[in-house]
Nanobody, 124 residues
Framework: QVSLVESGGGLVQAGGSLRLSCAAS????????MGWFRQAPGKEREFVAG????????YYADSVKDRFTISRDNAKNTVYLQMNTLKPEDTAVYYC?????????????????WGQGTQVTVSS
């Protein structure tokens, strides 16, 4: 069982940066692949970034590639999303999620555990 709590969201101007954190508790975190998703008003939840259990493989949506970086520190039971060169279209609630073996990192349906979300607002 894994519990996830996101933090680090807030208000930032276009071009600025934020780092989101996802703190995990419970057994099994080190065996979980992790993902970040986001959902803007009136839109479906969409994939942002993913990382394998060891951190050896990462995955990014085209819209954030070269701007966002996902990482994890298993000793601290924490996953991070470094967001640079933020744009107004990045505004959304960001969710951390955990999954186990099999399936695609890109699909919402593949993740078993979810955090409550943290708001990111980028102003122009």
């Amino acid at each position: 069982q894994v519990s996830l709590v996101e933090s680090g969201g807030g208000l930032v101007q276009a071009g600025g940066s934020l780092r989101l954190s996802c703190a995990a508790s419970g057994r099994g975190f080190s065996n979980c692949g992790m993902g970040w998703f986001r959902q803007a008003p009136g839109k479906e939840r969409e994939f942002v970034a993913g990382i394998s259990w060891s951190g050896g493989s990462t995955y990014y949506a085209d819209s954030v590639k070269d701007r966002f970086t996902i990482s994890r520190d298993n000793a601290k039971n924490t996953v991070y999303l470094q967001m640079n060169t933020l744009k107004p279209e990045d505004t959304a609630v960001y969710y951390c999620a955990a999954r186990y073996y099999g399936g695609s990192y890109y699909s919402v349906q593949e993740y078993k555990y979810w955090g409550q979300g943290t708001q990111v607002t980028v102003s122009s």
